[in-house]
């Protein structure tokens, strides 16, 4: 066994690195994968998430104080997991969101679908093609946040997203009450029960897209 690494990644404050970490360690571990989700900002929303309730599904650490030796410390574990989630702070220069990106198979970069997230999420475009030089082989995807596919506006930000430069998943998360709920809930989107049933089957399609493209 050795560990696949997704890197949880953007510039941007707020646009739900954490809770795409969470969702999608959340829901590998609920398959039967052994998960570690780094927590690498110093911020620890993943460990006040995994803490607020009882017996999230994956093994959260805070791992924010190794920065730029972040990568070190992980391959060492490698062999331990079937994945590594990294939550990374939003910075993209920071020497651990390099580190991350240095030891990452795939890069997650969540973006709210408005014309100012977007422009904030440019730098970590520079970011990951940096890191391809030592890490030529990282995957990066950009992961459509809070979305709300009515507006005009949305809509006209999501036909911008091929200049962004990185491939967009099919899959998206919408804006949705559940999301929040499980956070403050310390929860998996699945462990709400019914009334999740439609955010479940999103975070499904979400980690099924990933693991295809990690072919696990
Ligand atoms: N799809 C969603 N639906 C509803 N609320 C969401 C969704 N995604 C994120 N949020 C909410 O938006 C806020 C920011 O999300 P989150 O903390 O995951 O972002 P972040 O990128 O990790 O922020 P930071 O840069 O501060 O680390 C939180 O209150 C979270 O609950
Ligand atoms: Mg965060």
């Not at 941007?12 to 039967?32: D, I, N, P, Q």
């Not at 309730?53 to 972040?70: C, I, M, T, W, Y």
């Not at 999740?196 to 980690?207: G, K, T």
Request: hydrophobic share 50%; proline share 5%.
């Amino acid at each position: 066994m050795s560990a696949k690494v997704i890197a949880v990644v953007n510039q941007k404050g707020g646009a739900g690195k954490s809770t795409l970490a969470m969702l999608l360690a959340g829901s590998l571990a609920e398959e039967g994968a052994s998960v570690l989700l780094a927590d690498a900002d110093p911020q620890n929303t993943a460990c006040r998430w995994a803490t607020a309730g009882q017996g999230f599904p994956a093994r959260v650490e805070d791992l924010s104080g190794e920065e730029g030796k972040l990568h070190k410390h992980l391959k060492k574990r490698i062999e331990a997991f079937d994945y590594i989630v990294i939550d990374s702070p939003p910075a993209a220069s920071a020497p651990i969101t390099l580190s991350a990106l240095r030891l990452a198979h795939l890069a997650l970069v969540p973006v709210i679908p408005s014309p100012l997230d977007l422009w904030a999420s440019l730098r970590i475009r520079e970011a990951i093609e940096a890191a391809r030089v030592k890490n030529p082989g990282l995957i990066a995807r950009i992961v459509v946040n809070q979305a709300q596919l009515n507006t005009v506006l949305a809509r006209e930000v999501l036909a911008l997203l091929p200049e962004f430069g990185i491939p967009t998943l099919a899959a998206q998360l919408k804006q949705r009450t559940a999301y929040r709920q499980c956070a403050a809930l310390g929860s998996t989107v699945n462990a709400l029960g019914s009334r999740a049933a439609i955010a479940s089957l999103e975070v499904d399609a979400l980690r099924r897209e990933v693991q295809m493209l990690l072919r696990k």
